[in-house]
T-cell receptor, first 114, second 114 residues
Framework: DAGVIQSPRHEVTEMGQEVTLRCKPISGHNSLFWYRQTMMRGLELLIYFNNNVPIDDSGMPEDRFSAKMPNASFSTLKIQPSEPRDSAVYFC????????????FGPGTRLTVL | AQSVSQHNHHVILSEAASLELGCNYSYGGTVNLFWYVQYPGQHLQLLLK????DPLVKGIKGFEAEFIKSKFSFNLRKPSVQWSDTAEYFC????????????WGAGTKLIIKP
C-alpha cells in the first residue's frame, strides 16, 4: 500500500490567499484525521471524519478553516483567507476503524503564509 | 481531565547510552497506549503500541515500552541508542471504551551525539 498521500508537500502563499491541502487515506480505512503541528502548540487535532462524515471539528481554529471528505478516498482542508499564523505542518492520518486502532500518518504539507 | 505527560522535553545522550523516556497518563478507564516517532523532517510513524496482554511491548528498531498500570506509565526504553535515533518521540493514549481521539503528549526531542 502507498500509505497516506498528501499534496502538496510544500506550499508558500501570501496572506489572504486561499489554500487547499489534499489527502488520500489508505484504502479501506474508515477514519481520517487532520492535524496541525507547530513549535509553539505541538500536535493539534483539527477535525476527524468517520465513514466520510465529520464527527468532531472542535479543533478547527476558526471559520477560515473548512474540511470536506466527498468520498472514502479523498479529503481536503481549506484555509480562506490564509494568515501568517496558519504557517505550520499539516498532517493527515487514517485509521482502519473508529476506535482504538493505530493512526497512519501522511508525510505532511509544510505551509508558509507570508 | 484526560492528559498525557512526557517528563522531558529535550534529552541529549551519547551513542551506546541507554535510553528511558517517561510517559504518564491520566485517564479514567482502560486505555490503549502508543509511542510514535518523528525523524527530522519526516512524518510521525508508529514505534510500538499496547492494547492488551504482555505489558512489555517490543517495537521496531530495538525499542520497547512497559505498561505499568498502577503507575499510569508507559515508559519507552532502548538499551543502546544510535545516532540515527535522533528524533522527536510522542506518547499517546486513547480509551478502549470511548472514542477515536488520541490524547498526545507534548513530545520529547532526543538528540544523540555521535
Amino acid at each position: 500500500d502507498a500509505g497516506v498521500i498528501q499534496s502538496p508537500r510544500h506550499e508558500v502563499t501570501e496572506m489572504g490567499q486561499e489554500v487547499t491541502l489534499r489527502c488520500k487515506p489508505i484504502s479501506g480505512h474508515n477514519s481520517l484525521f487532520w492535524y496541525r503541528q507547530t513549535m509553539m502548540r505541538g500536535l493539534e487535532l483539527l477535525i476527524y471524519f468517520n465513514n466520510n462524515v465529520p464527527i468532531d471539528d472542535s479543533g478547527m481554529p476558526e471559520d477560515r478553516f473548512s474540511a470536506k471528505m466527498p468520498n472514502a478516498s479523498f479529503s481536503t482542508l481549506k484555509i480562506q483567507p490564509s494568515e501568517p499564523r496558519d504557517s505550520a505542518v499539516y498532517f493527515c492520518a487514517s485509521s482502519p476503524s473508529q476506535n482504538t486502532d493505530t493512526q497512519y500518518f501522511g508525510p505532511g504539507t509544510r505551509l508558509t503564509v507570508l | 481531565a484526560q492528559s498525557v505527560s512526557q517528563h522531558n522535553h529535550h534529552v541529549i545522550l551519547s551513542e551506546a547510552a541507554s535510553l528511558e523516556l517517561g510517559c504518564n497518563y491520566s485517564y479514567g478507564g482502560t486505555v490503549n497506549l502508543f509511542w510514535y516517532v518523528q525523524y527530522p523532517g519526516q512524518h510521525l510513524q508508529l514505534l510500538l503500541k499496547y492494547f492488551s496482554g504482555d505489558p512489555l511491548v517490543k517495537g521496531i528498531k530495538g525499542f520497547e515500552a512497559e505498561f505499568i498500570k498502577s503507575k499510569f506509565s508507559f515508559n519507552l526504553r532502548k538499551p543502546s541508542v544510535q545516532w540515527s535515533d535522533t528524533a522527536e518521540y510522542f506518547c499517546a493514549v486513547n480509551g478502549k471504551d470511548s472514542n477515536y481521539q488520541l490524547i498526545w503528549g507534548a513530545g520529547t526531542k532526543l538528540i544523540i551525539k555521535p
